[in-house]
């Protein structure tokens, strides 16, 4: 079985296979969407198979409404008595403020005087819109002040001049109204109030380019005789209180000049339509500008409706005939009828002939599907479903105007071939497509995957068991270059199946499908073409090792390894500065192309720098890793150089081999540690013996009688060195014991207040011996720690014997005890004898004394013994040296008194 599994005869029988699983995958897909997409598979009703009460049906049925509604509003606006009328007039201005639609009710039969009433025969506008061309207009218009108001008037048309004109200005009312429109809004912000200039309603809306030149305070056109203020007040006055346009030139000089308007300038530019006819009234838009009948913004006005009516009417005119044709060329010729009377118009758009609105609804229900809707009463009856909701969330707001009545019915029976018709063909043709699509999907889509599944777990594998990897000839190309195949097709994919879908409609389905066919036959071959290569590359390990990019950093690092780490530097920031001079004249570069490889190149060198900065830090947070754990005390951690490079490999290994010496000197020292305090355990022990016969038998030389006055100094003195001898003995064992940890601690509760007075009390002798004050300060209150009594003790009389030995005599010993919430601090102050020139921290080593001479009795080990067992029961010791100042403090946790039930 696994000799099969691995041949090549299965591989190649599954990758046919799926291909052709893929290609019905592609086929079903585009199938069963195409129905979705035409309403033919409807998820909320799929066992339906009924035309009429489809969701097909009744998205035919409202695109049929809508449709010959807006051919009711194209009748009402082309037609006059019923009948296409070439010679009805269009207002231009009420087509464009009203986008192309016309307002219910009969038509309005007055004629507005205005200027800006344009009327256009149907006819004539219909043949201009066939064919219309542009003209560009520019339009200049300023004054200048000398002695008088200078006015000059310019408009070009392609360049060449159309008209000319230059005037003396008496009155404001006497520039054009474009300058009038400046100087008005500079009185405005200068002096207030509000103008309106006089057969100006509305403001120009259109796109326009203008540019305003100002020149205040020419030398040419200033008066040296200075400004009679008293007649300039004066005409300020007259401007507030309204009279802008009563002042006369003289007057209107002044003003401007007192507003810094010697000069004005207006340019503009335009692109008009040619016009090619007249209205109704001769008259044409540029004439009536030239003339004087209106201003440059009405002008405007007038081509941008004219230019909108342009545009639409002959697509609106030919959509009138298509559904003319469509609807009205005779009762027998469509399935489809309608009845619509609008507002309050009398006349009724049918093509039922001579029927009442009361008989509409049996006559819908004879036909079969019918659509009614009254507006006076609210009355809307259907038979189509979704018909209301699509009625009232959009056409209603668009037709279902005041008084109107609306009706649209459908001959089920289909007895006409019209669009319906053919549409109750298609569905029953292909609604059963419906199932076998579905079933052809799911088939295809696990044939697919499971071939996929197969070919991906067997690619680059051969033997009886798989364990060779086998690569192709196409594996040996660069992977760069594969990887760019893979993208180009998979975008030459992506738009020729775009292509597919936009060239073949839902009306050509069988197009569609075999295009799609064999387009994702191939696409589907050049994928595993590609995904199987990776898949071998990296089963074989040679993803990497077959690009371009390996073979440019080897390269690289063959020579950038063999540098210095300061050489290596320069290279990379060489390589990064010319990089940047590369890609910074690319960004700027207005060509697009050049643009996008400029951009390619940034996130190309950005890639690649990320790689080797990512690659750095991660190589340099394990060299870190390493030190951290060795600074931790893990002496035996070793750091994986395996994976580092350069000089990171070279720091770890150093870091291992400093850690490795650390290791073996901490080991040693340890060693000696241990060495010592066994030999000192065994002197000890060794010591002792000897000496218990020493002390017994000066104890025994101490009952004779011996009269020898000096035999018993020298008898005092065995004792005493002997005695001596025992507590050093002992010191030193107990010393050894706790340096390594062999001791065992009873821990109970004691009242630390209570044992240093015990303590205090019993060194009392000794402190007045040497002329010691000891100034105590203890809590009233008892302050328990969890100690062990006898290890406590012991400690305590240290401290209390250390002062003893080295204190200064004749001066005060400070006790002092702080008792906080939840800890408790025991310090004792003196005056050393001795200067102390040693650190705090050397004092708690064995055998040190602050007597450099050792002339006292001090063994060098109480110190030691009391920091030791202090840190053995929890607490904390510490020194403070301050000149001769010798201060011990130790800490303990306090614990809480217990309360008596």
């Given at each position: 079985?696994?000799?099969?599994?691995?041949?090549?005869?299965?591989?190649?029988?599954?990758?046919?296979?799926?291909?052709?699983?893929?290609?019905?995958?592609?086929?079903?897909?585009?199938?069963?969407?195409?129905?979705?997409?035409?309403?033919?598979?409807?998820?909320?009703?799929?066992?339906?198979?009924?035309?009429?009460?489809?969701?097909?049906?009744?998205?035919?049925?409202?695109?049929?409404?809508?449709?010959?509604?807006?051919?009711?509003?194209?009748?009402?606006?082309?037609?006059?008595?019923?009948?296409?009328?070439?010679?009805?007039?269009?207002?231009?201005?009420?087509?464009?403020?009203?986008?192309?639609?016309?307002?219910?009710?009969?038509?309005?039969?007055?004629?507005?005087?205005?200027?800006?009433?344009?009327?256009?025969?149907?006819?004539?506008?219909?043949?201009?819109?066939?064919?219309?061309?542009?003209?560009?207009?520019?339009?200049?218009?300023?004054?200048?002040?000398?002695?008088?108001?200078?006015?000059?008037?310019?408009?070009?048309?392609?360049?060449?001049?159309?008209?000319?004109?230059?005037?003396?200005?008496?009155?404001?009312?006497?520039?054009?109204?474009?300058?009038?429109?400046?100087?008005?809004?500079?009185?405005?912000?200068?002096?207030?109030?509000?103008?309106?200039?006089?057969?100006?309603?509305?403001?120009?809306?259109?796109?326009?380019?203008?540019?305003?030149?100002?020149?205040?305070?020419?030398?040419?056109?200033?008066?040296?005789?200075?400004?009679?203020?008293?007649?300039?007040?004066?005409?300020?006055?007259?401007?507030?209180?309204?009279?802008?346009?009563?002042?006369?030139?003289?007057?209107?000089?002044?003003?401007?000049?007192?507003?810094?308007?010697?000069?004005?300038?207006?340019?503009?530019?335009?692109?008009?339509?040619?016009?090619?006819?007249?209205?109704?009234?001769?008259?044409?838009?540029?004439?009536?500008?030239?003339?004087?009948?209106?201003?440059?913004?009405?002008?405007?006005?007038?081509?941008?409706?004219?230019?909108?009516?342009?545009?639409?009417?002959?697509?609106?005119?030919?959509?009138?005939?298509?559904?003319?044709?469509?609807?009205?060329?005779?009762?027998?010729?469509?399935?489809?009828?309608?009845?619509?009377?609008?507002?309050?118009?009398?006349?009724?758009?049918?093509?039922?002939?001579?029927?009442?609105?009361?008989?509409?609804?049996?006559?819908?229900?004879?036909?079969?599907?019918?659509?009614?809707?009254?507006?006076?009463?609210?009355?809307?009856?259907?038979?189509?479903?979704?018909?209301?909701?699509?009625?009232?969330?959009?056409?209603?707001?668009?037709?279902?105007?005041?008084?109107?009545?609306?009706?649209?019915?459908?001959?089920?029976?289909?007895?006409?071939?019209?669009?319906?018709?053919?549409?109750?063909?298609?569905?029953?043709?292909?609604?059963?497509?419906?199932?076998?699509?579905?079933?052809?999907?799911?088939?295809?889509?696990?044939?697919?995957?499971?071939?996929?599944?197969?070919?991906?777990?067997?690619?680059?594998?051969?033997?009886?068991?798989?364990?060779?990897?086998?690569?192709?000839?196409?594996?040996?190309?660069?992977?760069?270059?594969?990887?760019?195949?893979?993208?180009?097709?998979?975008?030459?994919?992506?738009?020729?199946?775009?292509?597919?879908?936009?060239?073949?409609?839902?009306?050509?389905?069988?197009?569609?499908?075999?295009?799609?066919?064999?387009?994702?036959?191939?696409?589907?071959?050049?994928?595993?073409?590609?995904?199987?290569?990776?898949?071998?590359?990296?089963?074989?390990?040679?993803?990497?090792?077959?690009?371009?990019?390996?073979?440019i950093v080897r390269g690289v690092g063959i020579v950038f390894h063999a540098r210095r780490p300061m050489t290596k530097m320069i290279i990379w920031f060489a390589i990064h500065f010319v990089g940047c001079?590369?890609?910074?004249?690319?960004?700027?570069?207005?060509?697009?192309?050049?643009?996008?490889?400029?951009?390619?190149?940034?996130?190309?060198?950005?890639?690649?720098?990320?790689?080797?900065?990512?690659?750095?830090?991660?190589?340099?947070?394990?060299?870190?890793?390493?030190?951290?754990?060795?600074?931790?005390?893990?002496?035996?951690?070793?750091?994986?150089?395996?994976?580092?490079?350069?000089?990171?490999?070279?720091?770890?290994?150093?870091?291992?081999?400093?850690?490795?010496?650390?290791?073996?000197?901490?080991?040693?020292?340890?060693?000696?540690?241990?060495?010592?305090?066994?030999?000192?355990?065994?002197?000890?022990?060794?010591?002792?013996?000897?000496?218990?016969?020493?002390?017994?038998?000066?104890?025994?030389?101490?009952?004779?009688?011996?009269?020898?006055?000096?035999?018993?100094?020298?008898?005092?003195?065995?004792?005493?060195?002997?005695?001596?001898?025992?507590?050093?003995?002992?010191?030193?064992?107990?010393?050894?014991?706790?340096?390594?940890?062999?001791?065992?601690?009873?821990?109970?509760?004691?009242?630390?207040?209570?044992?240093?007075?015990?303590?205090?009390?019993?060194?009392?002798?000794?402190?007045?011996?040497?002329?010691?004050?000891?100034?105590?300060?203890?809590?009233?209150?008892?302050?328990?720690?969890?100690?062990?009594?006898?290890?406590?003790?012991?400690?305590?009389?240290?401290?209390?014997?250390?002062?003893?030995?080295?204190?200064?005599?004749?001066?005060?010993?400070?006790?002092?005890?702080?008792?906080?919430?939840?800890?408790?601090?025991?310090?004792?102050?003196?005056?050393?004898?001795?200067?102390?020139?040693?650190?705090?921290?050397?004092?708690?080593?064995?055998?040190?004394?602050?007597?450099?001479?050792?002339?006292?009795?001090?063994?060098?080990?109480?110190?030691?013994?009391?920091?030791?067992?202090?840190?053995?029961?929890?607490?904390?010791?510490?020194?403070?040296?301050?000149?001769?100042?010798?201060?011990?403090?130790?800490?303990?946790?306090?614990?809480?008194?217990?309360?008596?039930?």
């Open positions: 079985m696994k000799k099969i599994r691995y041949s090549t005869g299965l591989k190649a029988t599954m990758v046919v296979v799926q291909q052709i699983f893929f290609v019905v995958l592609v086929v079903s897909i585009l199938l069963v969407t195409t129905l979705f997409r035409k309403n033919i598979l409807d998820f909320g009703d799929i066992k339906n198979k009924s035309f009429s009460t489809s969701a097909y049906f009744s998205s035919l049925f409202q695109q049929s409404a809508e449709e010959i509604f807006n051919f009711v509003e194209l009748r009402k606006k082309f037609e006059t008595d019923g009948n296409y009328d070439t010679e009805k007039q269009i207002d231009i201005q009420k087509y464009y403020s009203s986008q192309g639609r016309v307002a219910d009710g009969p038509e309005d039969k007055t004629v507005d005087d205005g200027s800006d009433i344009r009327r256009y025969y149907l006819g004539d506008l219909v043949e201009w819109a066939r064919n219309y061309t542009y003209s560009q207009y520019n339009f200049q218009s300023s004054y200048y002040i000398d002695d008088e108001i200078h006015q000059k008037q310019t408009v070009t048309r392609e360049g060449k001049s159309v008209y000319n004109e230059e005037k003396i200005i008496g009155s404001l009312g006497d520039m054009s109204l474009e300058l009038q429109e400046l100087i008005v809004a500079n009185v405005e912000h200068y002096y207030g109030g509000s103008y309106q200039i006089p057969g100006v309603e509305t403001t120009t809306d259109g796109e326009v380019t203008v540019t305003l030149t100002e020149t205040a305070g020419d030398e040419e056109t200033v008066d040296e005789g200075g400004v009679d203020e008293e007649l300039l007040q004066s005409v300020i006055q007259r401007v507030i209180e309204g009279g802008l346009y009563d002042l006369n030139s003289e007057e209107l000089i002044l003003l401007l000049k007192d507003m810094g308007m010697q000069q004005q300038g207006y340019k503009s530019n335009y692109n008009f339509v040619n016009e090619s006819y007249l209205s109704v009234d001769e008259r044409g838009i540029w004439s009536d500008y030239i003339q004087g009948n209106c201003t440059e913004a009405q002008m405007q006005k007038s081509y941008e409706a004219l230019e909108y009516t342009l545009e639409n009417i002959g697509q609106e005119v030919n959509n009138y005939k298509k559904c003319l044709n469509r609807y009205n060329l005779g009762k027998e010729g469509s399935n489809v009828a309608y009845w619509i009377k609008r507002g309050s118009d009398e006349q009724v758009y049918t093509n039922l002939g001579e029927k009442s609105a009361d008989d509409l609804i049996a006559y819908g229900k004879q036909m079969g599907k019918y659509f009614f809707y009254q507006e006076s009463d609210m009355r809307l009856e259907t038979n189509v479903k979704g018909m209301e909701d699509a009625f009232y969330n959009g056409i209603e707001q668009t037709y279902g105007g005041k008084g109107n009545v609306l009706f649209i019915c459908v001959n089920t029976s289909f007895a006409q071939q019209d669009s319906f018709y053919e549409a109750q063909q298609e569905y029953s043709r292909l609604y059963p497509w419906i199932y076998i699509g579905t079933v052809a999907m799911v088939v295809s889509g696990l044939g697919w995957l499971i071939c996929f599944i197969y070919l991906s777990t067997v690619a680059g594998k051969g033997g009886e068991n798989g364990e060779e990897n086998l690569t192709c000839w196409f594996d040996k190309i660069p992977t760069e270059l594969v990887f760019l195949g893979a993208a180009i097709s998979t975008i030459a994919t992506i738009i020729m199946f775009g292509e597919v879908l936009y060239r073949f409609g839902p009306s050509e389905l069988a197009g569609m499908l075999i295009m799609s066919g064999v387009l994702g036959f191939f696409s589907s071959a050049l994928f595993m073409l590609f995904y199987l290569s990776f898949v071998r590359r990296i089963r074989a390990g040679i993803l990497w090792n077959q690009s371009i990019a390996h073979w001079l590369i890609m910074i004249p690319l960004l700027t570069e207005w060509n697009r192309r050049y643009q996008i490889l400029g951009i390619l190149w940034f996130v190309g060198m950005s890639l690649v720098e990320g790689v080797f900065i990512v690659r750095e830090g991660v190589q340099r947070n394990k060299v870190l890793e390493g030190i951290k754990n060795i600074s931790d005390g893990n002496l035996e951690f070793k750091i994986d150089t395996t994976q580092l490079q350069g000089d990171n490999k070279k720091f770890a290994e150093s870091v291992n081999a400093i850690g490795d010496g650390l290791f073996h000197a901490v080991d040693d020292s340890m060693k000696n540690e241990r060495l010592k305090a066994d030999l000192i355990t065994n002197v000890s022990h060794d010591i002792k013996t000897p000496l218990t016969s020493i002390i017994n038998y000066v104890d025994l030389l101490k009952r004779e009688d011996i009269p020898n006055e000096r035999a018993q100094n020298y008898i005092n003195v065995l004792e005493a060195k002997s005695q001596r001898l025992k507590q050093l003995t002992e010191d030193l064992l107990e010393a050894s014991k706790i340096s390594s940890g062999n001791i065992t601690l009873q821990m109970e509760r004691i009242n630390f207040v209570e044992l240093v007075y015990q303590t205090g009390g019993e060194f009392n002798e000794k402190f007045e011996a040497k002329g010691l004050t000891a100034v105590t300060k203890l809590p009233r209150e008892p302050v328990v720690i969890m100690a062990d009594g006898r290890r406590i003790w012991r400690v305590v009389e240290n401290l209390y014997n250390n002062v003893a030995k080295y204190a200064m005599a004749n001066t005060r010993v400070y006790v002092d005890m702080e008792v906080e919430e939840d800890w408790v601090t025991l310090s004792i102050k003196n005056i050393s004898q001795n200067a102390l020139n040693i650190q705090a921290d050397e004092l708690t080593e064995r055998f040190i004394r602050g007597d450099v001479s050792r002339s006292t009795e001090g063994s060098g080990l109480g110190l030691s013994i009391a920091k030791n067992l202090t840190k053995l029961m929890g607490g904390e010791f510490e020194i403070y040296l301050d000149g001769d100042l010798f201060k011990v403090t130790i800490g303990f946790s306090r614990e809480p008194e217990k309360t008596e039930e």
